[in-house]
């Protein structure tokens, strides 16, 4: 695990289904930026959720995920989201258990999920979403509109960086 960081933007995906590899191919561009804040650090984790538990666990004041989200909008359309986590409380142990068990069904918000069950959630958490064109099929690289999106994207998280406490997002659910 690592130091604690003010943010922590991760980039999630898979670069095997087409633009459901928007979020890993944002982080690298991010990653290969020179003026980034050094209180942030950009990883990808691409489907593995763990890594992004054992990221959050160092310690983090703010989150902010990179990756494909289908909202319905024209593909290349960004969202600055606020994650809509289930209430597991009124789940009885068992069926929390196994809500969490296979760690293999890692997602995003499996992830953000057990972190706030621990009580670890960051206290600021989005989600910089990208509608895609095709991501269900094996396909490598992003669409067109994907990838023209990608310059914007890196705009609003330099902003999101920047802006601590007066970036407003929209509920996902």
């Given at each position: 695990m690592s130091e604690p960081v003010d943010a922590l933007v991760v980039g999630v995906g898979n670069v095997l289904?087409?633009?459901?590899?928007?979020?890993?191919?944002?982080?690298?561009?991010?990653?290969?930026?020179?003026?980034?804040?050094t209180s942030c650090k950009v990883i990808e984790t691409g489907i593995g959720g763990m890594?992004?538990?054992?990221?959050?666990?160092a310690g983090c004041e703010r989150l902010l995920i990179l990756d494909a989200y289908r909202k319905g909008g024209a593909p290349g359309t960004l969202y600055l989201l606020e994650p809509q986590l289930p209430?597991?409380?009124?789940?009885?142990p068992h069926a929390r258990?196994?809500?969490?068990?296979?760690?293999?069904?890692?997602?995003?918000?499996?992830?953000?999920?057990?972190?706030?069950?621990?009580?670890?959630l960051p206290a600021i958490v989005h989600v910089l979403g990208c509608e895609p064109e095709a991501l269900d099929d094996l396909h490598w690289g992003l669409s067109p509109a994907v990838h023209s999106a990608l310059d914007r994207a890196e705009i609003m998280v330099c902003n999101w960086l920047a802006?601590?406490?007066?970036?407003?997002?929209?509920?996902?659910?």
């Open positions: 289904h087409g633009d459901d590899g928007f979020g890993i191919a944002l982080a690298h561009r991010l990653q290969g930026r020179e003026n980034l804040p890594s992004l538990i054992q990221e959050v666990m209430d597991l409380g009124s789940l009885d258990r196994a809500y969490f068990a296979d760690t293999h069904y890692a997602t995003p918000a499996r992830a953000l999920s057990l972190l706030q069950h621990l009580q670890r802006h601590r406490d007066d970036v407003h997002a929209t509920p996902s659910g």
